[in-house]
């Protein structure tokens, strides 16, 4: 495909953050956004691309974006979820916290916490947490993997299931319209299922671009979490299953 000046310079822009918005790239080009709209769409169906509601994504769907610029995709979004998610926890809790950009937006927003005993395989996690003397942090061993700190493989398994704790806090990166809780790694849905099974509550953290994409291991399913917090739910089909499963849905964007 050939691209414009403005074309590339909206793909450079994908690759470094992630996602870029109609709206965003129409202020910053000077052009209307049915003009923008028309650059997605031609980026999009050469596959360059991923559209979604309202912009677009790097890379496509159904490839894992790199960290750094997951970090950046949805970051308000995450921050409003962490915040949520923190303020299920009280003090003197013990707590699984697994992979994931928005598990770290969690991990943040607990600093103010208190007497808290952190059980994590995200060393961007324990790095966070480690300085606070309120909280104890514990590492699990395992193979770190260099893309993103994460603690991977059968050692991180045995290590997590030593533990029995009141709260998990799971993220993941894709969620498909059946209520599959879906990721890339293997060895990474092994930890995520020992987390989830040595947990006594629940709780899955997840912006609403997840609902976007898809991955090719399965971790489990929406009904074997409570707790389910997200900026905004799509589907009328996720409410169901949270409905008919006692999932408790908290949705942290402002309602129309």
């Avoid at 514990?138 to 533990?163: L, Y």
Wanted: glycine share 8%; proline share 3%; charged share 25%.
């Amino acid at each position: 495909m050939f691209l414009t000046g403005r074309q590339a310079e909206i793909v450079d822009l994908a690759k470094v953050e992630g996602r870029v918005l109609v709206e965003d790239l129409a202020a910053r080009f000077s052009v209307t956004p049915q003009t923008i709209r028309k650059d997605l769409n031609d980026l999009c169906d050469n596959k360059v691309l991923t559209r979604i509601h309202g912009g677009a994504l790097f890379p496509s769907g159904n490839e894992n974006v790199k960290y750094e610029a997951r970090r950046s995709i949805a970051a308000p979004e995450k921050q409003a979820i962490g915040r949520a998610a923190a303020g299920m926890i009280p003090d003197n809790s013990s707590l699984f916290i697994n992979i994931g950009t928005t598990t770290e937006a969690v991990g943040d927003a607990l600093l103010e916490h208190k007497e808290l005993m952190v059980i994590t395989n995200n060393i961007n996690v324990a790095n966070r947490l480690r300085v606070y003397p309120s909280i104890e942090v514990v590492i699990a061993g395992g193979v770190v993997r260099g893309s993103d700190g994460g603690i991977v493989g059968e050692a991180a398994v045995d290590f997590i299931r030593q533990f029995k704790v009141d709260y998990a806090v799971i993220g993941v990166s894709a969620i498909d319209e059946d209520g599959a809780l879906l990721d890339f790694d293997y060895r990474e849905v092994k930890v995520a299922q020992a987390i989830i099974a040595n947990a006594r509550h629940v709780i899955l953290v997840s912006d609403s671009t997840k609902f976007e994409r898809t991955a090719p291991v399965r971790i489990g399913h929406l009904s074997q979490v409570h707790t389910f917090i997200t900026d905004t739910c799509p589907f009328e089909g996720i409410r169901s299953i949270c409905q008919e499963h006692d999932v408790r849905l908290v949705e942290t964007a402002p309602q129309a």
